[in-house]
C-alpha cells in the first residue's frame, strides 16, 4: 500500500487572520450598502438582481471571513 500524502491547507496558516480581518471588514461593508440601498429607494425604484447580487456577495464574504476568523483561533472545522 502506497503512503497517503498529508492534506495541507492552500492558504498558508499566517494568512488565516489577515484573511479573516479583510474578508469581514468587505462584507461589513457591503453588508451596510445593502441596508443603505434598502432604506433609502423607494419601493417602485428597487431593483431585485441588485439586491441578491449585493445580498449574495456581502454573504460569501461574511462567510468566508468567518471562516478564516474559526480557522485562526484553532477551531478546525
Given at each position: 500500500?502506497?503512503?497517503?500524502?498529508?492534506?495541507?491547507?492552500?492558504?498558508?496558516?499566517?494568512?488565516?487572520?489577515?484573511?479573516?480581518?479583510?474578508?469581514?471588514?468587505?462584507?461589513?461593508?457591503?453588508?451596510?450598502?445593502?441596508?443603505?440601498?434598502?432604506?433609502?429607494?423607494?419601493?417602485?425604484n428597487?431593483?431585485?438582481?441588485?439586491?441578491?447580487?449585493?445580498?449574495?456577495?456581502?454573504?460569501?464574504?461574511?462567510?468566508?471571513?468567518?471562516?478564516?476568523?474559526?480557522?485562526s483561533?484553532?477551531?478546525?472545522?
Amino acid at each position: 500500500m502506497a503512503s497517503a500524502k498529508a492534506i495541507t491547507s492552500p492558504v498558508p496558516d499566517a494568512w488565516y487572520p489577515t484573511l479573516a480581518v479583510l474578508m469581514l471588514a468587505v462584507g461589513l461593508v457591503l453588508t451596510a450598502s445593502f441596508f443603505i440601498y434598502e432604506a433609502t429607494s423607494s419601493k417602485r425604484n428597487r431593483s431585485l438582481a441588485k439586491e441578491l447580487t449585493s445580498g449574495g456577495v456581502a454573504s460569501v464574504f461574511l462567510g468566508f471571513g468567518s471562516l478564516f476568523l474559526l480557522l485562526s483561533a484553532g477551531v478546525y472545522v
